[in-house]
Each structure stands twice: as structure tokens, then as C-alpha cells.
């Protein structure tokens, strides 16, 4: 099946960029979609199609997608959001969705 | 507002059966598709199984295929995820998620299932 990996985690200090890679076979051909969990919460969608971003997400979260490789970029990066995040897309040939392994981000 | 509250949870042996239900409420609930995805402690997401709006379309991970059983009501607004012969594995966080395509863009705060003797 569909396989999509991820960085296990990524460090990035207050107000800098952090770039949250999620490598899959020809991922750029999919649409990619982005959570965000934060300690002993759900899953919530933070992008869609690769950039579009739900109403109340922050315009620092985005989104892009080429090749084997989406990247979700949160700018000016804050304290809250620190989380794990995971991408997930649908696998045509299974017919159902794969999620990525998960991205633990920490601010500085 | 969007409402997903997940039931059903709880200790159970290993071999016996469990039935999970979400409750939805604050859209139109036949309009979306509905999975279940669940994460076992410490790790990632894990899709398990996903109906489509009319229950024409199903279908289920590998590793529950022939013991899981995802059914919908939607004149009660409520999902369901039947698990048969329970192993410790299946030990998890059980989320109930709704999706107008293949993006999961709500989702509830889950419900324990603990697989244990």
C-alpha cells in the first residue's frame, strides 16, 4: 500500500519557519492533507488540496505539493503550535486514505 | 455546530466484542461519508474503516477486515464500528471522523478501547 513518511520530529524557534516535509511515490499527482493534534486532543484539519486552509486557520499555515514531496510551512511560528502533524492522502489503488507516520513539532 | 461524540469504549478481554457508536449532530449527516480512525497510545493515526453516505461503498484496513464491521443509521445520526474477536492490538484511541470527499474535516474526541486480560 501507499506508504507516505514523515520527519519524525522538526525544532524551530519563536517566530521563525518551520517546514513539516511528507515524502510519498509521486505524492505531487495526489491532493495532500494536513492535521494538526495537539496533547490529548483531536485531529484537526489545518490544510486541504495541498494549500487551502479551512476558515480560522491561521494564514501562517500553508501548503504546497510537486514531485514526492508536500510540505505543510507554518510562519512566524508561536508557542501554541506546538503539536504533532500528520498528512494523509487518498490511495486510489486501496481506495481508502494513508496517513503519513507524523511530524512532532517543538518550539524553541 | 459540528457535534461527533463517540461511545462505546471500555476494557474488554481479548477475543470478545465491542460496538462503538458517534453521535452527529449540527449538519446534515447523509450528507458526508463517515470513517473511523483510531491511534494506539504513544502512536500515529490509523484509518480503520469508512462508509459512504448510503452505506454503498465500505471498506475496511487490513489488519480489521473480517472482524470489523462499520454500519450507519442515518435517520438516528449515528455511525457505528461492530469489533469482533478483539486483540490486544486493536487496543486505541477510536476517533469518528466526517469527510464531504477525502479531506476528514471534523472529528470527535474519541472514544478508549483497552484490549486486555
Known amino acids: 500500500s501507499y506508504v507516505l513518511t514523515q520527519p519524525p520530529s522538526v525544532s524551530v524557534a519563536p517566530g521563525k519557519t518551520a517546514r513539516i516535509t511528507c515524502g510519498g511515490n509521486n505524492i505531487g499527482s495526489k491532493s495532500v492533507h494536513w492535521y494538526q493534534q495537539k496533547p490529548g486532543q483531536a485531529p484537526v484539519l489545518v490544510i486541504y488540496?495541498?494549500?487551502d486552509r479551512p476558515s480560522g486557520i491561521p494564514e501562517r499555515f500553508s501548503g504546497s505539493n510537486s514531485g514526492n514531496t508536500a510540505t505543510l510551512t507554518i510562519s512566524r511560528v508561536e508557542a501554541g503550535d506546538e503539536a504533532d502533524y500528520y498528512c494523509q492522502v487518498w490511495d486510489s489503488s486501496s481506495d481508502h486514505p494513508v496517513f503519513g507516520t507524523g511530524t512532532k513539532v517543538t518550539v524553541l | 455546530e459540528v457535534q461527533l461524540v463517540e461511545s462505546g469504549g471500555g476494557l474488554v478481554q481479548p477475543g470478545r466484542s465491542l460496538r462503538l457508536s458517534c453521535a452527529a449532530s449540527?449538519?446534515?449527516?447523509?450528507?458526508?461519508?463517515m470513517h473511523w480512525v483510531r491511534q494506539a497510545p504513544g502512536k500515529g493515526l490509523e484509518w480503520v474503516s469508512g462508509i459512504s453516505w448510503n452505506s454503498g461503498s465500505i471498506g475496511y484496513a487490513d489488519s480489521v477486515k473480517g472482524r470489523f464491521t462499520i454500519s450507519r443509521d442515518n435517520a438516528k445520526n449515528s455511525l457505528y464500528l461492530q469489533m469482533n474477536s478483539l486483540r490486544a492490538e486493536d487496543t486505541a484511541l477510536y476517533y469518528c471522523?466526517?469527510?464531504?470527499?477525502?479531506?476528514?474535516?471534523?472529528w470527535g474526541q474519541g472514544t478508549l478501547v483497552t484490549v486486555s486480560s
Open positions: 488540496y495541498d494549500s
Open positions: 449540527g449538519f446534515t449527516f447523509d450528507d458526508y461519508a
Open positions: 471522523a466526517k469527510t464531504p470527499d477525502t479531506a476528514m474535516v471534523s
